[in-house]
C-alpha cells in the first residue's frame, strides 16, 4: 500500500479562484530563504510562502475535508500558499514537526517537462507524482519526500499546503 494518498477535485473552482488573487494583494511574504532550515533550500530558487488569513484557512479545511476524511483526527491545521518560481526545489526531508502533510495543486495545467514531480521513498523505490489541477497528495509524518526542481521556463508552481498536529 502507498504510503501517499491521493484525492481528485478537493477545492471548488471559487475558491480556487479566491486563493489565486490572495497573494496578488499582498505586499510581503515569508521566502524558504527567510524561514526554512538550510539544508531544505540548497541552491533552490525563491519560494514564496504566504499564510491564508483564517476566513480563507477555514474554508481550504472544511473543503478539503470532505475529500479527506483523514483530515478530521486533526485538532490544528494550517495552510499556506506556496509558490515555487522557476528553478525552485525541496530537498528530502520527513516534516518531523508535523503530524501529517498535504499539498494541494493548484495550476490548470502542467507539462510533465516542466519537473516540480512530488517524489517520495518506498522501501527502497522512489515514487514520483506529477502536480495534477486541484489533486491533493496527503501523508503521514514521517516519510522522506521531496519536490524535484522545476524548470527555468515553467510557470510559478502554485499549491496549498496543509500541514497539522
Not at 481528485?8 to 486563493?19: A, G, H, W, Y
Not at 474554508?59 to 485538532?75: F, G, I, R
Not at 519537473?115 to 486541484?134: M, R, T, V
Request: with cysteine; aromatic share 12%.
Amino acid at each position: 500500500m502507498s504510503p501517499v494518498l491521493s484525492y481528485r477535485d478537493v477545492l471548488s473552482k471559487p475558491l480556487i479562484e479566491r486563493l489565486h488573487a490572495y497573494p496578488k494583494g499582498q505586499t510581503s511574504c515569508r521566502t524558504n530563504y527567510t524561514s526554512w532550515q538550510k539544508e531544505l533550500v540548497r541552491a533552490s530558487a525563491a519560494i514564496l510562502v504566504f499564510d491564508l488569513p483564517e476566513d480563507l484557512r477555514q474554508e481550504v479545511v472544511n473543503q478539503a475535508k470532505l475529500s479527506c476524511p483523514e483530515l478530521h483526527k486533526y485538532q490544528t491545521i494550517h495552510a499556506l500558499y506556496h509558490k515555487m518560481m522557476p528553478g525552485s526545489y525541496i530537498t528530502w526531508h520527513q516534516d518531523h514537526s508535523w503530524k501529517f502533510g498535504m499539498t494541494i495543486h493548484l495550476n490548470e495545467y502542467w507539462d510533465e517537462n516542466l519537473g516540480g514531480y512530488f517524489a517520495f521513498k518506498q522501501g527502497e523505490e522512489i515514487k514520483c507524482l506529477k502536480p495534477e489541477f486541484n489533486h491533493a497528495n496527503y501523508i503521514v509524518t514521517p516519510l522522506d519526500h521531496c519536490v524535484f526542481q522545476t524548470a527555468p521556463d515553467a510557470p510559478a508552481r502554485t499549491t496549498i499546503q496543509l500541514f497539522g498536529l
